[in-house]
């Protein structure tokens, strides 16, 4: 009898739960769409979204569905098409994307600093005698990209405001001759070389070296900080699905186990802080000054993001 | 900053990540340590050319299979057995090894040119072009290092011309902003130099062979420098790396309590121990030190050369590649043996074919490893620093050897038969030689069956008894490391002398030599050492004043210039990077003392010796 009842209410309790994940899933009928950026490793990257969107689907109460972008800008193509809802930027990306779909900033990525920003540099060979900025004048210079906040804009306004360069590109106006290598690796690795005279690329850039290289290779100037890459939303996600994913990743903490593998899987941050779009305020004028963001007073609102 | 956020991490003991290297690079790379070994681990050749061949398949069959075969020809030629009658000579090593270099010299050059013709055809399409631009030169990578060092100034010439090529493909720009056309006359002119330059000095009358090694020289460009050296590099898949959890080692004399700066003899070991610069080159070059093979005393089960090591955990330490004038001409690679309790393990040599410690320490350091004969004080030093090492203490066991109530039952049953005499042994048990009151081993030197002899009739078959103790932590076994585990040595023993043990005998006597071989803590409970480490930098620094009473200079220097070394390998390993200033000034201030140490400068070496010491005391809570 004892046994009759007991599978009675188990079977009860089965169909209650089932009826509950129905209903959850009949009330969402669309899943959260999270587009995950591959740098480097596209396989490991799409195994670490699958593992991250069932992390997320658990901790939200909600479908979500991960996928893979190779870059930044299908990442907004796919946002643009209603086909992301969220997903993981770099500031420049993300300034264009609030400029061209309104986009609006969740979390900004915390680094092994601790903070959300970081900073590009102007990297040099210890053994290059090179002590201050002026010392390039007539040297080659590599960028990574020609539209990379950290890998090009930032390290080129150094340039700028100490009045070495004027906004406009004038071939040979303080360097000899400038390379966008295609990358920061191949940047400071160019440099590193001695194949240019300097590179201007993130701080962490060093990291790519081997630790026996670091030591042949110093900062020769800091940029301003910038904010960090983040996790945008597109404009329309409702405010209490950002609300509960901002909440659950700001509860990440690095020196829990579990949450550091979930962290690892994120890029391999320490944690998240929450983004305003004010944050962006100082390197929009920047990008603004190379024509790359057309109207920067957007972000000088000063508001979180809804 | 694409990318980097996936790399930011702090480095846990002193791991290095192996390198990023283009897998057709790789193998060119690692081909070319092993065809200069004497002799050559063809096995490995063969695994490489069939890699190569596979890559190249996808892009060219019919080239990748005349590739194959001609390289095949070779290699079976130089691997033939010798036969007198059938008049079957094999091809001379050093003639097979140059003719399979300039097939794969010709072969990278091919896929090299390939891939820069690509992207140059598709230029308009910028991340198609790209892709094979990467691909061009992570190929000419296999190259680079050989042309850094000979022809210096093409590299860098060349090196420019890949930035420039990647530049000259522009930008497709983010969202309608930024983007700049490919320049194709930039992208041309640069390709034509990198073009030329492979196919003036790689290409059809391609000559691999200069100062007695292989290698793809430049010698036909005008800017090659004729008597350049090649600098010292261990090839793509070596693994160097200590294993992480850390072993636990234990010192006897810091177990008993005793003061470690009172015990400068011992600090003089721990330092050589942990040192590159008592050795030759290529251990200087590539800072290895015994620490490397023998992670804080235990068998490093990582290590691995290819072309060296058969398996992880061993090395042929008798090749032409760490001492040459100490080569036999075999590939015989020898299972890294574990240095717990070392100075209760006599005879040394994986056959016994030494007495003492000290004569088998002088030899490793002076002809395995190519170091200059070591001063008498160093040899004692690093005699007492071994005699210090203890077994894991073992709660399974009495003091006579004998298992005690906290081992298993299955334990117990392996005892006796682990004490049982087997006919098929000649009467022997394995007590006979593991003698369980005498730390599991005899002192001799057996013929078990393990080695293969010279001729069928041959003596040459003994090994030497190792012993028991702690050696659940230490696979792989057997001299050569060719048994993962304990019970595959049981099952190997089962299966080689026929005794007809049943499967729960078996595992009852694994479970026995597992329980004999366990220990208490054997790994460390943190992956952070690097105030362990600091630590230990500070007990090598406590033998300066004996060493200064015994007016010994050159241990000075050696002591000195390690720590230094020491410091800046282990500096990445801090939790906060931005305490690396005050490591890199400690390193600095050794380098000083160094110095000062070769100038004879006393007072100088003093006074870097209390800065040094006064700034680890400073910032000792920092520094981890």
């Known amino acids: 009898m004892l046994k009759n009842n007991t599978i009675h209410l188990w079977t009860r309790g089965l169909l209650l739960v089932v009826v509950s994940v129905l209903t959850c899933v009949k009330g969402q009928a669309e899943p959260l769409k999270v587009a995950f950026v591959s740098y480097a490793n596209p396989q490991q990257v799409a195994k670490d979204s699958d593992a991250l969107a069932q992390f997320l689907e658990t901790k939200l109460g909600m479908p979500v569905k991960g996928f893979v972008t190779l870059d930044y800008g299908s990442s907004i193509e796919a946002m643009r098409g209603d086909q992301a809802d969220i997903a993981f930027v770099g500031p420049l990306a993300f300034m264009r994307a609030h400029e061209q779909i309104g986009a609006m900033p969740l979390l900004l990525e915390v680094y092994s600093s601790g903070t959300p920003t970081y900073r590009s540099c ?185 | 900053m694409v990318g980097l956020v996936a790399v930011i991490s702090t480095i846990h003991g002193h791991i290095i990540p192996p390198e990023n290297i283009h897998p057709v690079a790789e193998v060119y790379q690692r081909t070319n340590f092993v065809l200069n070994l004497n002799p050559v681990g063809w096995d490995q050749v063969q695994s490489d050319v069939d890699a190569l061949t596979d890559y190249w398949n996808a892009i060219a069959a019919e080239s990748a299979a005349a590739f194959h075969k001609q390289v095949n020809e070779i290699i079976c030629a130089a691997t033939a057995e010798p036969n007198e009658k059938k008049g079957v000579e094999p091809l001379p090593r050093s003639a097979a090894a140059e003719q399979v270099f300039q097939h794969l010299t010709r072969a990278v050059s091919d896929l090299c040119l390939y891939h820069i013709e690509s992207a140059s055809r598709m230029i308009d399409d910028r991340e198609a072009a790209l892709k094979e631009l990467r691909e061009a030169e992570g190929i000419w ?173 061993g090395m042929d330490v008798s090749s032409n590649f760490f001492a040459p004038h100490s080569n036999n001409g075999i590939f015989d690679p020898l299972d890294i043996p574990d240095l717990r309790g070392i100075r209760f393990t006599a005879p040394y040599g994986r056959n016994g074919r030494f007495g003492s410690l000290r004569e088998f320490v002088r030899n490793v350091i002076v002809n395995e490893f190519n170091g200059d004969e070591p001063d008498p004080m160093l040899l004692d030093g690093i005699i007492a620093y071994m005699n210090e090492f203890e077994f894991l203490s073992n709660p399974y066991l009495r003091k006579d050897g004998t298992l ?52 069928e009739y041959s003596m040459d078959r003994t090994m030497d008894t190792p012993t028991l103790l702690s050696s659940k932590f230490t696979p792989p076994y057997f001299h050569d490391g060719s048994q993962p585990t304990l019970g595959a040595v049981v099952r190997w023993f089962d299966n080689y002398y026929q005794l007809g043990l049943e499967e729960r005998q078996l595992e009852d006597l694994t479970a026995y030599v597992e329980t004999v071989g366990d220990g208490i803590e054997s790994y460390e409970d943190t992956v952070y050492y690097l105030d362990a480490e600091m630590e230990e930098f500070s007990f090598f620094l406590s033998a300066y004043e004996f060493l200064a009473g015994k007016n010994k200079p050159k241990l000075m220097g050696t002591t000195f210039e390690t720590i230094a070394l020491e410091i800046r390998n282990h500096k990445w390993e801090l939790q906060d990077l931005s305490v690396m200033p005050v490591m890199d000034k400690m390193a600095e201030i050794m380098d000083a003392a160094y110095t000062a140490s070769q100038a004879g400068d006393q007072a100088e070496i003093r006074q870097k010796v209390a800065e040094y010491r006064a700034m680890y005391n400073q910032n000792l809570d920092v520094l981890k």
């Open chain 1, 122 to 306: 102007i990297w040099v060979r210890k053994d290059s005698g090179f002590k201050e900025l002026s010392d390039l004048k007539g040297k080659i210079i590599a960028f990574a990209d020609q539209v990379d906040m950290s890998g090009h804009l930032l390290p080129r306004d150094l340039f700028r405001q100490e009045g070495f360069l004027s906004g406009n590109w004038v071939e040979k106006e303080f360097f000899d001759e400038v390379y966008f290598a295609g990358g920061d690796e191949q940047a400071i690795h160019g440099m590193l070389n001695g194949f240019v005279d300097a590179a201007g690329v993130s701080e962490y850039a060093s990291l790519l070296l081997r630790p026996e290289e670091r030591d042949a290779v110093k900062v020769l100037a800091y940029t301003r900080p910038s904010p960090s890459h983040l996790i945008m939303a597109r404009k329309g996600v409702p405010f209490e699905t950002k609300d509960r994913l901002k909440k659950v990743l700001l509860a990440l903490d690095p020196s829990n186990p579990e949450d550091k593998s979930i962290l690892d899987k994120l890029y391999g941050v320490q944690g998240f802080a929450e983004a305003r779009l004010s944050d962006f305020e100082g390197v929009a004028k920047v990008a603004a000054g190379f024509g790359l963001v057309k109207n920067p007073d957007l972000f000088a609102s000063g508001q979180f993001s809804e």
């Open chain 2, 404 to 455: 005690n109530e906290n081992a298993s039952k299955s334990a117990r049953r392996g005892e006796q038969i682990f004490n049982t005499q087997f006919t098929q042994m000649g009467n022997m048990s394995c007590a006979t030689c593991h003698i369980p009151s005498a730390n599991f081993i005899d002192h001799k030197r057996h013929d078990i069956g393990t080695v293969n002899g010279y001729e």
């Open chain 2, 141 to 313: 990578n296999a190259f680079s290092l050989t042309i850094k060092s000979t022809d210096p100034e093409a590299h860098n010439r060349l090196g420019r011309g890949w930035l420039k090529m990647a530049n000259a493909l522009g930008s497709t720009g983010l969202l309608g902003v930024g983007a700049l056309p490919p320049d194709r006359d930039a992208f041309q002119q640069e390709a034509g130099i990198i073009i030329d330059y492979i196919e003036t000095n790689f290409r059809e009358d391609f000559s691999p062979m200069r100062h007695g090694s292989l290698a793809p020289w430049p010698s036909k460009s005008p800017t090659f420098n004729t008597h350049a050296k090649l600098p010292h590099k261990l090839p793509p898949g070596h693994n160097i790396n200590k294993q992480i959890p850390r072993p636990r080692q234990i010192l006897g004399m810091a177990a008993r309590g005793v003061d470690e700066s009172e015990t400068p003899l011992i600090a003089l070991g721990d330092m050589a121990f942990d040192s590159a610069y008592i050795y030759g080159e290529p251990m200087r070059s590539l800072e290895m030190s015994c620490n490397t093979c023998h992670n804080k005393s235990i068998t490093n089960p990582n290590f691995t050369i290819p072309g060296l090591s058969s398996r992880p955990g």
